[in-house]
Nanobody
Framework: QLQYVESGGGLVQPGGSLRLSCAAS????????VGWFRQAPGKEREGISC????????DYADSVKGRFTIGRDSANGTVYLQMNSLKPEDTAVYYC??????????????????WGQGTQVTVSS
């Protein structure tokens, strides 16, 4: 079964940093576009970043632009999300997903496999 494994979440104070990692069970992320999504309590899941399959394009939601960086860890075949200057409003469960050739669009069915468990990020003092 194709599924994602997210890790790296935790509790951090405002202004702090976390680095999330996304791995895939059943396939490698190396040749796919990979997106990060998050779902805060009471809200719908939203896309916040995506790296293209060729690594030449990285998109960010306005809410995270300038603070978050998406990239690939080629040695491990994973995709990371470096999160700096975290704010309380970044508190959410974070998920990743992949598709090809474009960025995953889960609401339109453009996503490989099934959602993983996600990783909880809590930003609080």
């Amino acid at each position: 079964q194709l599924q994602y494994v997210e890790s790296g979440g935790g509790l951090v104070q405002p202004g702090g940093s976390l680095r999330l990692s996304c791995a895939a069970s059943g396939f490698t992320l190396e040749y796919y576009a990979v997106g990060w999504f998050r779902q805060a309590p009471g809200k719908e899941r939203e896309g916040i970043s995506c790296i293209s399959s060729s690594n030449d394009n990285r998109d960010y939601a306005d809410s995270v632009k300038g603070r978050f960086t998406i990239g690939r860890d080629s040695a491990n075949g994973t995709v990371y999300l470096q999160m700096n200057s975290l704010k309380p409003e970044d508190t959410a469960v974070y998920y990743c997903a992949a598709d090809f050739p474009g960025c995953p669009q889960p609401t339109k069915g453009y996503m490989i496999g099934s959602w993983g468990q996600g990783t909880q990020v809590t930003v609080s003092s």
